[in-house]
């Protein structure tokens, strides 16, 4: 992967406590859909020049909320490659989704046509996520029915990832 460009997210460390992320990811159990506050805060932590070059925008309006949530600062956008696909790697330093630690978001975005492959990255074992993320899954599903999203969940290198595609041409949805 290259790195196209890193900049900043601005974070508040001084989170009272650790900071619930179920209505930012509230579209994860609404047939896949982006949230509202989750689409809006992807679409400028995240944006597309339409030349094909993705980058990190400073601060990326973490919502005010959250802001204890993301550590690390330091964030790149990397192309992946042979695809039009960028991809984000979003640090989680205290935040949990659906009472689950979560160390991690990550967002990748198409230049070509409609996509928003977005993904919670959990600490805990896969038999807890599946357990608590049942009726997260069933809804989504039944949500989703036969359109162009998918969710699933799964382990890869060793951490527990809740998946949610939602394609589609570059004309979006009506």
Same mark, same amino acid.
């Given at each position: 992967? *290259?790195?196209?460009?890193a900049? $900043?997210?601005? &974070?508040?460390?001084a989170a $009272?406590?650790?900071?619930?992320l179920?209505?930012f990811?509230i579209?994860?159990?609404?047939?896949?859909?982006?949230?509202?506050?989750?689409?809006?805060?992807a679409?400028?932590?995240?944006?597309n020049?339409?030349? #094909? %070059?993705? *980058?990190?925008t &400073?601060?990326?309006e973490?919502?005010?909320?959250?802001a #204890?949530?993301?550590?690390?600062? #330091?964030l790149?956008?990397? %192309?992946?490659?042979a695809s039009?696909? &960028?991809?984000?790697?979003?640090?989680?330093?205290?935040?949990?989704y659906?009472?689950?630690?979560?160390?991690?978001?990550?967002?990748r975005?198409s230049?070509?046509?409609?996509? &928003?492959d977005?993904t919670v990255?959990f600490?805990?074992p896969?038999?807890?996520?599946?357990?608590?993320?049942?009726?997260v899954?069933?809804? $989504? %599903?039944?949500?989703i029915?036969?359109?162009?999203?998918?969710?699933d969940?799964?382990?890869?290198n #060793?951490?527990?990832?809740?998946r949610?595609?939602?394609?589609?041409?570059?004309?979006?949805?009506?």
């Open positions: 992967m *290259t790195v196209l460009s900049t $900043a997210l601005s &974070a508040n460390s $009272a406590a650790p900071a619930v179920d209505a990811l579209g994860f159990e609404d047939g896949c859909r982006e949230g509202h506050d989750f689409g809006l805060w679409d400028t932590v995240m944006t020049d339409k030349a #094909g %070059r993705w *980058t990190v &400073a601060g990326g973490v919502p005010p909320e959250l #204890g949530a993301f550590g690390r600062p #330091g790149t956008v990397q %192309r992946e490659k039009d696909l &960028a991809r984000l790697v979003v640090p989680v330093a205290d935040g949990t659906k009472g689950l630690r979560v160390v991690a978001l990550e967002l975005r230049t070509g046509y409609f996509l &928003a977005d990255v600490a805990e896969e038999a807890t996520v599946r357990e608590k993320l049942a009726p899954l069933r809804r $989504a %599903r039944k949500l029915g036969k359109g162009p999203a998918t969710i969940l799964k382990t890869e #060793g951490r527990v990832r809740l949610c595609l939602d394609k589609d041409d570059a004309a979006g949805r009506p």
